[in-house]
């Protein structure tokens, strides 16, 4: 059990509303990672993390902001979401060359 | 930029049966390491399986075992023993540390859905 918990599991919303999903976890690791996962892309990376307040862009980073104020929680903001953000989005942790440990997903729908 | 190649969008075996999942990768670098991850129904990321770059020893663990070609850059999976537990997608993954920066970012392949038949 890595220790993931991501919130909410799944949501519904409409275009142009912005949208929070959460990741929590329970260890102190360092890095944190959010992914979308789409059919027949895999997981691309959007942003991730790499202390307290440090974050960088991942390859689709385009419409989607985070921020991390404390090593246990790792927000994504989509700032005005849009149909094409339907997607999956996993949150993963992780420490220097270890696995990837993931969370179990938030299906997000914009409609 | 790496890039990470699953060519077999589907593939199916039989139960008890053995079968190989392929994974390709395009890197100029000498330090990376190379995973297998497995997302059943349920959608959970798990892992099955890691190699270091730096050792030519290919990883077991229990029924999977990994062909490790680091000159054709080739990292594929294979599954013994087939259990129905084992479908699921599969995927493959390369990721790099970078010791300037403190980075380390994964690339993820595009998946091979399993399925085991009874």
Redesign the interface.
Known sequence: DAGITQSPRHKVTETGTPVTLRCHQTENHRYMYWYRQDPGHGLRLIHYSYGVKDTDKGEVSDGYSVSRSKTEDFLLTLESATSSQTSVYFCANGDSNQPQHFGDGTRLSIL | AQT?T?SQPEMSVQEAETVTLSCTYDTSENNY?L?WYKQPPS???I?VI?Q?AYKQQNATENRFSVNFQKAAKSFSLKISDSQLGDTAMY?C?F?K?SFTS??????????TRLKVLA
């Open positions: 990470v699953q390491y995973f959608r959970q990321m892992l890691r270091e995927f993954a990721m540390p403190g980075t380390y970012k994964y690339i993820f392949g595009t998946g």
